[in-house]
């Protein structure tokens, strides 16, 4: 789905892909920080939590829980890692459309 928004790079307005834009909000987003959507988000401050211990592939299956629980498809996730610096590339996949007629 694309969706046409305000856009501050000069432009009165632009295409963005709704998925690319929501995944990013998802993964920005501290659990419980929103007024409005407590639930919308990913719960960082337990996983940095001292005394806390996961291997880095639970992280990455728990990004992808969370984007898949938002109707977000994730078809890759690349994972560069430098000098304690772990960069997380997603791929997601397109929108399931249907251009067929239901019938009744």
Do not use: W
């Amino acid at each position: 789905m694309i969706d046409i928004v305000s856009n501050h790079d000069g432009l009165d307005i632009g295409l963005f892909d709704t998925q690319t834009c929501k995944a990013k909000n998802i993964i920005a987003t501290q659990l419980g920080a929103l007024e409005y959507a407590q639930d919308l988000g990913i719960d960082l401050k337990y996983f940095l939590s001292e005394g806390l211990r996961i291997q880095n592939e639970s992280f990455k299956a728990y990004l992808v829980k969370t984007l898949a629980d938002r109707g977000i498809s994730v078809a890759d996730l690349q994972d560069n890692v430098e000098t304690l610096y772990h960069q997380y590339i997603f791929n997601l996949s397109p929108d399931e459309t249907s251009t067929g007629l239901i019938a009744r």
